[in-house]
């Protein structure tokens, strides 16, 4: 009877993961109805190596030492975080964001191989047609634009990353605990091999992806780190509901990148 049992659970098992390897891009992925057309002259297209077109977007502060390399969230595209990005020009810095395969009007469909080949597309673009620096480079991500962020800061270098609402795999965000031995998006594995300051923005009233997932990361993270948690923010609403505490920890951060290299050239 035990063997009986023992077989079915396995062969559940088995039947599940099987599945979850098979539509996991369509439980992960959630495109919105394009919030931008192409004919928009601000619209940047980028080829990737599989020769796919994404569209992309820079807006650019002529005073700004740092640019952000921005991956948006899920059900997110350029059209709709278009005007909130903006809102980084009034704080000094440059923004480059781009869309996912399968998002807005970029071609394909999204999955972890064409997410990360359009972040390392993306970073080529500003590091060799626009040539910026990687030293005046931050990438941020939020929430699924996490996963590249972090994909990116483990190939190139960077001045700085910012993850805001992290999750520590596709996975646990609904399993909590690692269940199988295959997952998607395991930030959780990549996270001590960072080398640029990383700051984590997380919400304790976040519903989508707990708050844990964010302290772990932290946790794990090596030094040079900075961890913000605003008791009242939730995930969609977080920089609205932190208020003057977000910005004023990005402007902290940014101070201490700038120290650093003061400190840097000192001991050249």
Request: glycine content about 6%; hydrophobic content about 40%; aromatic content about 14%.
């Amino acid at each position: 009877m035990f063997i009986k049992i023992f077989i079915i659970l396995v062969s559940v098992y088995i039947i599940i993961l099987a599945l979850i390897m098979i539509f996991a891009n369509r439980f992960i992925f959630f495109p919105p109805a394009p919030g931008y057309q192409d004919t928009d002259k601000n619209i940047i297209k980028l080829t990737l190596p599989n020769g796919l077109r994404i569209s992309a977007l820079y807006l650019h502060n002529p005073k700004a030492r740092y640019t952000l390399l921005y991956s948006h969230g899920n059900a997110e595209d350029l059209g709709t975080v278009r005007y909130r990005i903006a809102n980084y020009l009034d704080a000094g810095l440059s923004v480059f964001t781009y869309d996912y395969p399968g998002y807005g009007t970029s071609q394909g469909h999204p999955n972890e191989t064409t997410v990360y080949q359009s972040i390392l597309t993306a970073y080529r673009y500003l590091t060799e047609d626009l040539a910026i620096s990687p030293s005046n480079i931050i990438a941020y991500g939020f929430s699924v634009g996490c996963a590249p962020t972090l994909e990116l800061a483990t190939q190139k270098p960077l001045a700085g990353i910012i993850l805001q609402s992290p999750f520590l795999s596709a996975l646990r965000v609904v399993t909590y605990v690692t269940v199988f031995p295959w997952d998607v998006f395991d930030n959780y594995k990549k996270i001590d091999q960072i080398k640029s300051p990383i700051l984590i923005y997380n919400g304790a009233a976040d519903e989508i992806i707990p708050p844990y997932h964010g302290r772990i990361l932290w946790k794990k993270a090596p030094e040079r780190k900075t961890y913000i948690e605003i008791p009242q923010a939730d995930h969609n609403n977080f920089i609205h509901l932190s208020g003057q505490a977000y910005w004023d920890a990005l402007h902290q951060f940014i101070k201490s990148l700038e120290q650093q290299r003061v400190t840097q050239k000192i001991f050249e």
